[in-house]
């Protein structure tokens, strides 16, 4: 089926500095997502994104988050500064469209940050 | 806002045997439900996606129930198999976030098969 890609798998970087987390989306796929999955509770919507530009994005998108797609490569999460609590699984997202057949996630297999 | 519960968070059985896993959610809107399987290391997978008018869906090797009614989803996997083990997530859409392509998750089921 189709394939969303991130990388990296892990990253583990110290508070208070930028990471960035990549994902290939599906090729033909339009709107793109992310969500937060803290270990051992649900997996939680972040942003979402469509023509580049944030379509609605949840409490958990603090200031220090932002998200762009340039040129259409990698739709990226940026954290900057980072902080403790951001240590997570996120989980990049795509779909085609929105509502009905078209408005089906695929997901990645999620990068595990680790803020320490 | 939506809640979802998914129970249980753990749940062992034999090869052949059978397995549930139940969802419930709060809001009665809600018109489209999933369930994804993630094998450790892999990307959420897409099992099944339910629309709200249809109860009874059946899928290779399990079957996904609706009821509306006590606003539960749940995935009936029958005669499992080692291929089976992986954790297991429900999903809801709420008809208020019809243009937003938010998906409430459960907590996950890590679902263990014994030979």
């Known amino acids: 089926g189709p394939k969303v890609l991130q990388i990296p798998s892990h990253q583990i970087i110290d508070m208070g500095q930028m990471v960035t987390l990549n994902c290939d989306p599906v090729s033909n796929h339009l709107y793109f997502y992310w969500y937060k999955q803290i270990l051992g509770q649900q997996m939680e919507f972040l942003v979402n994104f469509y023509n580049g530009k944030v379509m609605e994005k949840s409490k958990l998108f603090k200031d220090q988050f932002s998200v762009e797609r340039p040129d259409g490569s990698y739709f990226t999460l940026k954290i900057q500064p980072t902080a403790l609590e951001d240590s997570a699984v996120y989980f990049c997202?795509?779909?085609w469209g929105l509502g009905g057949a078209a408005e089906t996630l695929y997901f990645g297999s999620g990068t595990r940050l680790t803020v320490l | 806002g939506e809640q979802v519960e998914q129970r249980p968070p753990h749940l062992s059985v034999r090869e052949g045997d059978s397995a549930v896993i139940t969802c419930t959610y709060t809001d009665p809107n809600s018109y489209y439900f999933f369930w994804y399987k993630q094998e450790p290391g892999a990307s959420l997978q897409l099992l099944m996606k339910v629309f709200s008018s249809t109860e009874i869906n059946e899928g290779q090797g399990f079957t996904v129930l609706l009821n509306k009614k006590d606003k539960r989803l749940s995935l009936n996997l029958t005669a499992a198999h080692p291929g089976d083990s992986a954790a297991y997530f429900c999903?809801?859409?709420?008809?208020?976030?019809?243009?937003?392509?938010?998906?409430?998750f459960g907590q996950g089921t890590k679902l263990s098969i014994k030979p």
């Open positions: 999903a809801v859409r709420p008809l208020k976030n019809y243009n937003q392509g938010k998906l409430i």
């Open positions: 997202a795509s779909s």
